[in-house]
């Protein structure tokens, strides 16, 4: 299994300001997510970040608003830019481990509120 | 429009009870998982499902996925409090890359 730590757990930010998500996994791993959960809707994947490459970002998500740094195999940081209240939401980094590639685990969140 | 459609909502159930939580795609799905939520933690992976007719049991949560790959179900025996949760299940499905999706939850309490 992995632990995977958020920081910070919470945040109360005001618009137009940028907040960065850091992201620490107890094991090496190579795959690792970042994940959107807006109130009342579906986990969104925000992109895949893999060490040693550039993020993949999803359709509707773009670097130059959620740029995300892996620098190694237990790190990585997600950037929520020039904030507006519709980013309001609960940010997850997930990883994929285990002898078949398959066990995904997730951190324990961001909630994150812009005013 | 919901990729992956899961039903029931939420759930009350009193303990020693059985309960069953569904979730569907209009799509074949190449992986389906199911994870549970506790408040304030991170979701926990339960079990994963890949071939069809596969099912899969741990301790008393039994999940099942149908032949044609496009519906699961969660199956809990004998509920207990230590059940209550959100579980959700999520999925990769055919022909849309590393796409992952999720279904919108199922929020479970568990009445002693």
């Known amino acids: 299994s992995a632990v995977i730590s958020q920081k910070p757990s919470r945040d109360i930010c005001q618009r137009g300001t940028s907040l960065t998500i850091q992201c620490q996994v107890d094991?090496?791993?190579?795959?690792m997510f970042w994940y959107r959960q807006q109130p009342g809707q579906s986990l969104t994947l925000i992109a895949t970040a893999n060490q040693g490459s550039e993020a993949t970002y999803e359709s509707g998500f773009v670097i130059d608003k959620f740029p995300i740094s892996r620098p190694n195999l237990t790190f990585s940081t997600l950037t929520v830019s020039n904030m507006s209240p519709e980013d309001s939401s609960i940010y997850l980094c997930?990883?994929?481990?285990?002898?078949?590639?398959?066990?995904?685990?997730f951190g324990p969140g961001t909630r994150l509120t812009v005013t | 429009s919901q990729e992956l459609e899961q039903s029931p909502q939420s759930l009350i159930v009193q303990e020693g009870k059985n309960l069953t939580i569904n979730c569907t795609s209009s799509?074949?799905?190449?992986?389906l998982y199911w994870y549970k939520q506790k408040y304030g933690e991170g979701l926990i992976f339960l079990m994963m499902?890949?071939?069809?007719?596969e099912e899969k049991s741990h301790e008393k949560i039994t999940a099942k996925l149908d032949e044609k790959k496009q519906q699961s179900s969660l199956h809990i025996t004998a509920s207990q409090p230590s059940h209550a949760g959100i579980y959700l299940c999520g999925a990769e499905m055919r022909n849309t890359g590393n796409q992952f999706y999720f279904g919108t939850g199922t929020s479970l309490t568990v009445i002693p």
């Open positions: 799509k074949t799905l190449y992986g």
């Open positions: 094991s090496q791993v190579t795959m």
């Open positions: 499902l890949q071939k069809g007719g």
């Open positions: 997930s990883v994929v481990f285990g002898r078949t590639g398959y066990e995904q685990y």
